[in-house]
T-cell receptor, first 113, second 115 residues
């Protein structure tokens, strides 16, 4: 199957920017997603980017997509303690639909006050 | 809209017992999926459905059955529970033909422990 890779941990100070990176293997992916999971909760869709875009900005969130390197990143500006969570990168594999996301293992973001 | 709901929130089973995890959505979504989440493994797809009466296997289907008799409901059945099925189970739905996006919405999860 296709693999989505993420680093497992990231620690930042409150007020700094956080950058969470992801690499994927399916160059035919149409959509790429970022989900947030707070402790004991389900997954909350943060943002997504269509494969024909290089960048998408939504308030404090900036998503960058480098299709050549199959690299996706999520930047959180002015990181707050409420941003502490696990962040999952996900893609729809080639030939699949949105019923069949492939997830990375998640990056646990810890924000130091 | 309630979104995606799951019951129960917590369950403890003994090895060999069977049970059904319930999932319902009120967004008129065509697609529904079941995932399991294990520490350090991310989410893995168990089964999915692209519409009422249509189901298919995902990455880790063994030991689980599903059915989709209505658009709203997508129950997951554990036939004979095993300790390896201890996990957090998430149901998700997506795609409304009348909608303009195709993103998955997740339920709050069911934490299952098999002793």
């Amino acid at each position: 199957g296709e693999d989505v890779e993420q680093s497992l941990f990231l620690s930042v100070r409150e007020g700094d920017s956080s950058v969470i990176n992801c690499t994927y293997t399916d160059s035919s992916s149409t959509y790429l997603y970022w989900y947030k999971q707070e402790p004991g909760a389900g997954l909350q869709l943060l943002t997504y980017i269509f494969s024909n875009m290089d960048m998408k900005q939504d308030q404090r969130l900036t998503v960058l997509l480098n299709k050549k390197d199959k690299h996706l990143s999520l930047r959180i500006a002015d990181t707050q303690t409420g941003d502490s969570a696990i962040y999952f990168c996900a893609e729809i594999p080639s030939g699949a639909g949105s019923y069949q996301l492939t997830f990375g293992k998640g990056t646990k973001l810890s924000v130091i006050p | 809209n309630a979104g995606v709901t799951q019951t129960p929130k917590f369950q403890v089973l003994k090895t060999g017992q069977s049970m059904t995890l319930q999932c319902a959505q009120d967004m008129n979504h065509e697609y529904m999926s079941w995932y399991r989440q294990d520490p350090g493994m991310g989410l893995r797809l168990i089964h999915y459905s692209v519409g009422a009466g249509i189901t298919d296997q995902g990455e880790v289907p063994n030991g689980y059955n599903v059915s989709r008799s209505t658009t709203e409901d997508f129950p997951l059945r554990l036939l004979s529970a095993a300790p390896s099925q201890t996990s957090v189970y998430f149901c998700a739905s997506s795609y409304s033909p009348s909608g303009d996006s195709d993103t998955q919405y997740f339920g709050p999860g069911t934490r299952l422990t098999v002793l």
